[in-house]
């Protein structure tokens, strides 16, 4: 019994956040994006992680309507954006195959994919006037401590290409500069956020649209900084995007 009333006060509290900020959500939502559908994925989330329960619905709040502006979807199957906790705050870190969704947004790039060389493949990076990247896995490791190097790689409309290459040295010493360094998909999944290191910094040269441009200061600052902070005050409702009586609002 105990268990269950916890569930329902954050689940509450949740919601009772979510019903003031729904027209915000709704506003700031990239196309396409059903919100009612994000606020269940991100319900989900919660309910998953007991730590995520911990933290102030103002935070989650916040991480639910960075997600709806950028138009990723919080899930570690996904591998778009994760919901990682800091004590009581929620913060989103966005992953790599996020960024290759903003990417190409663009509709500049034709392809953007990342890969990670580890200890046994073969391999051939070479930089200058005739720049060359050449990776055949050999499967012989898994092993985030076997990885040598991540690449990532776009090829751009008009039939440019664009490539950049990271030792693991430079990927960890990112990653002792995380926030979330000790948290979330760098502990769970660390070729995933390997990848999205050097997917961020090949963005650096690309075309991006002003959802791409945001997601690199949004991450930036729920990374490496403290976030920016919402706070809200009213009663609780039992769906955050319908109004009394029952009426359906999210169109």
Not at 23 to 38: M, N, P, T
Not at 84 to 93: A, D, Y
């Amino acid at each position: 019994m105990a268990q269950g009333t916890q569930v329902v006060t954050w689940q509450g509290a949740l919601v009772a956040q979510v019903k003031k900020n729904k027209d915000a959500i709704k506003d700031v939502a990239a196309s396409g994006v059903d919100v009612l559908r994000l606020y269940r994925q991100f319900v989900n989330q919660v309910a998953l992680n007991p730590n995520l329960q911990k933290c102030t619905p103002q935070s989650i709040v916040r991480s639910l309507i960075q997600a709806a502006e950028l138009g990723l979807t919080p899930s570690s199957s996904l591998g778009e954006c994760y919901l990682v906790p800091f004590g009581t705050n929620c913060q989103l870190i966005i992953g790599y195959r996020g960024l290759i969704a903003l990417a190409r947004r663009s509709g500049e790039i034709v392809s953007i994919s990342a890969g990670v060389i580890y200890e046994g493949d073969d391999y051939e990076v070479e930089r200058g006037l005739n720049e060359k990247l050449r990776h055949v896995p050999r499967m012989k490791s898994s092993k985030p401590e076997d990885i040598l190097y991540v690449y990532a790689v776009a090829h751009l409309k008009g039939g440019g290409v664009q490539f950049e290459v990271m030792p693991k040295r430079e990927v960890d010493a990112i990653r002792a500069r995380s926030r979330s360094g000790n948290e979330g998909p760098w502990k769970t999944d660390y070729a995933e956020m390997a990848k999205k290191t050097v997917v961020r910094r090949l963005a650096k040269y690309l075309p991006l649209t002003i959802e791409g441009i945001r997601a690199t200061e949004i991450d930036d600052s729920n990374d490496f900084g403290e976030g920016e902070a919402i706070t809200i005050d009213v009663p609780v409702s039992a769906d955050p995007f319908t109004e009394e009586g029952g009426e359906d609002v999210t169109e």
